[in-house]
Nanobody
Framework: QVQLVQSGGGLVQAGGSLRLSCAAS????????MGWFRQAPGKEREFVAA????????YYADSVKGRFTISRDNAERTVYLQMNSLKPEDAAVYYC????????????????WGQGTQVTVSS
């Protein structure tokens, strides 16, 4: 069982930056692919970024590529999402998720989810 506790988020002006954090419990963090997803009002939850358990590879949604950076600290069992050049369309509730030994952008591949954190971007 893994528990994910998110922090960060809040209100920022367009063009600004925020960093989200997600701390995981358990001792096998390095075996989990860590992902970030988001859900805007009236929309389905969508993939944002992932840091694969193996090899350090990362995936990004096209909409955030070049602006967002996912990183992880296996020793601290924490994954981060650095969000730069934020746009109003980035506003959403952001969720971190953990998937055991997966290589996927699909939500169904992820076993555990954080509580969500609101990101609001003012124009």
């Amino acid at each position: 069982q893994v528990q994910l506790v998110q922090s960060g988020g809040g209100l920022v002006q367009a063009g600004g930056s925020l960093r989200l954090s997600c701390a995981a419990s358990g001792r096998t963090f390095s075996r989990y692919t860590m992902g970030w997803f988001r859900q805007a009002p009236g929309k389905e939850r969508e993939f944002v970024a992932a840091s694969l358990w193996s090899g350090g590879s990362t995936y990004y949604a096209d909409s955030v590529k070049g602006r967002f950076t996912i990183s992880r600290d296996n020793a601290e069992r924490t994954v981060y999402l650095q969000m730069n050049s934020l746009k109003p369309e980035d506003a959403a509730v952001y969720y971190c998720a953990a998937g055991w030994l997966v290589d996927s952008r699909l939500q169904r591949a992820y076993n555990y989810w954080g509580q969500g954190t609101q990101v609001t971007v003012s124009s």
